[in-house]
Nanobody, 122 residues
Framework: QVQLVESGGGLVQPGGSLRLSCAAS????????MGWYRQAPGKERESVAN???????NYADSVKGRFTISRDNAKNTGYLQMNSLKPEDTAVYYC????????????????WGQGTQVTVSS
């Protein structure tokens, strides 16, 4: 089983920045796609950004130009750099990793991090 541990959340003022990290641990696996999701109070979880193993990225329209997703394959770690933060960005942010195993690369299993709170307020 793969475990995802998130870190980097906190309280920031509007216009500030945060960098979220998502570290994956386990054995005999590789991450095909890694993504970040967020869920605000009273709303459903939404996709924020995704990155493939080849480095191709997708972003929600609401964060384009402000957020940057990246990954370090050697460390099995993903990142979300968040700049120019707005109060509307306040949410619990979740990391998701779509994982393949060496014994059967045709099977993909999704793992989720525990979530980290991001609060943007003056």
């Amino acid at each position: 089983q793969v475990q995802l541990v998130e870190s980097g959340g906190g309280l920031v003022q509007p216009g500030g920045s945060l960098r979220l990290s998502c570290a994956a641990s386990g054995s005999h696996f590789s991450i095909k796609t890694m993504g970040w999701y967020r869920q605000a109070p009273g709303k459903e979880r939404e996709s924020v950004a995704n990155i493939t193993s080849y480095g191709s990225t997708n972003y929600a329209d609401s964060v384009k130009g402000r957020f940057t997703i990246s990954r370090d394959n050697a460390k099995n770690t993903g990142y979300l750099q968040m700049n120019s933060l707005k109060p509307e960005d306040t949410a619990v942010y979740y990391c998701r990793a779509d994982v393949t195993y060496y014994i059967n690369i045709n099977i993909i299993r999704a793992y989720w991090g525990q979530g980290t709170q991001v609060t943007v307020s003056s």
